[in-house]
């Protein structure tokens, strides 16, 4: 039984900056990457940023040197530092992480989410 929990979301003005963690538990099997992606009000779920097993990131051109993935190996953890935020940045964040069984078999497990509002 996997089971992921984002924290961290809130409200916070434009500028201003917010860090979301996401704990996981439960076996996922050969962990190939991990992150974050967002849906907007009335917008589908986009990929923000990710790190995969070997330490390189992803961003989404909107984030890139505002945001910054990282992965606290020691513990089921990954985290979302967000800084100058933007009202254009307010959505529900996911944490996602992606596994595999068997390669070319991807499995992605999924939170319920934590919302992020950005105030004007």
């Known amino acids: 039984q996997v089971q992921l929990v984002e924290s961290g979301g809130g409200l916070v003005q434009a500028g201003g900056s917010l860090e979301l963690a996401c704990e996981f538990s439960?076996?996922?099997?050969?962990?190939?990457?991990m992150g974050w992606y967002r849906q907007a009000p009335g917008g589908q779920r986009e990929p923000v940023a990710t790190?995969?097993?070997?330490?390189?990131?992803d961003y989404a051109d909107s984030v890139k040197g505002r945001f910054t993935v990282s992965r606290g190996y020691a513990r089921n953890l990954v985290y979302l530092q967000m800084n100058s935020l933007k009202p254009e940045d307010t959505a529900l964040y996911y944490c996602?992480?992606?596994?595999?069984?068997?390669?070319?078999?991807?499995?992605?497990?999924w939170g319920q989410g934590t919302q992020v509002t950005v105030s004007s």
């Open positions: 439960g076996n996922i099997p050969n962990i190939v990457a």
């Open positions: 790190v995969s097993s070997g330490g390189g990131t």
């Open positions: 996602n992480v992606r596994g595999y069984t068997n390669p070319g078999i991807w499995d992605d497990y």
